[in-house]
């Protein structure tokens, strides 16, 4: 991974005790940790660990019970509109509309960010060279391998340049080899100091990231660079740290 400078102090999500309750149920239970600039972090955690209720609040989709945090300067409670126009998003299940061209969903999604017709079509040219796809600038996404499309929507996430992009497992369905295209994706957005924010259910990629945390039953129960989590574990992998939390969280319950 390239090493970054020491503009990358600056923290960009900054989280102290953040909450959230459904009714008599705790789904995010005081949660705190910082991301810098630049910075890779791996958020995992089983299903129903709480992961999609953070990154909601996070991304200003969902007000927060208790707690604090700001993202990209910008204060979850009050501030929610200014930060979704300060981030990229990218989803498994939801990025590219299927029934528009490459180009198409380029322009829309340029149009949400607020860019301008110039501005889309000169990012529009530079990323479709970037990818190799010029060949397939008006063909239906519904048309591209999937790991074209995976590319094509983490790219069109960064089409606003954004301070932070969270992706929300962006490599599930893809071979082991378009993967790690993939991360080489991740790897240059934050070299050049745009902060990265994913969820993954691949334990491999844990160990591409800066920093992991790893959530269990609403509360962070690890959190670390993987080296340490793995030294602190006593393990020799990332997918033995995620079982020994699993196994120590069965036990006590």
């Known amino acids: 991974m390239a090493a970054k400078d020491s503009s990358t102090e600056r923290v960009v999500i900054d989280v102290r005790d953040l909450t959230r309750r459904f009714g008599d149920f705790t789904a995010v239970d005081s949660i705190s940790f910082s991301v810098k600039r630049g910075e890779i972090l791996g958020f995992l955690g089983a299903n129903g660990a709480g992961k999609t209720t953070a ?51 380029i322009r829309f999604y340029g149009g949400v960010y607020g860019l301008t017709r110039a501005t889309i079509k000169s990012k529009s040219d530079e990323l479709l060279e970037r990818l190799g796809l010029q060949h397939a600038r008006d063909h239906r ?5 999937l790991g074209w499309r995976q590319k094509l929507a983490f790219s069109v ?16 369905g893809v071979d082991p080899v378009t993967r790690r295209q993939f991360w080489d994706l991740i790897y240059e957005t934050a070299a050049n100091g745009v902060t990265v924010f994913a969820t993954t259910h691949y334990m491999d990629e844990a160990e591409y990231c800066d920093r992991v945390s790893i959530m269990v039953d ?19 992998s990332m997918d033995d740290v995620f079982i020994r939390l699993a196994r120590s969280t069965s036990q006590s319950s």
């Open 141 to 145: 996404i519904s048309g591209l391998p």
């Open 55 to 105: 990154i909601r609040m996070l991304t200003g989709l969902l007000e927060p019970s208790s707690g604090d945090a700001t993202v990209a300067g910008f204060d979850v409670y009050r501030q929610r509109e200014a930060i979704k126009k300060n981030i990229g998003y990218m989803s498994q299940k939801f990025s590219l509309y299927e029934d528009l061209t490459v180009f198409e969903n």
């Open 157 to 172: 996430a960064l089409l606003h340049e954004p301070e932070i992009v969270f992706l929300d497992e962006p490599t599930g």
């Open 218 to 236: 609403g509360r962070i129960e690890a959190y670390g660079t993987p080296n340490a989590l793995k030294n602190q574990f006593e393990v020799s």
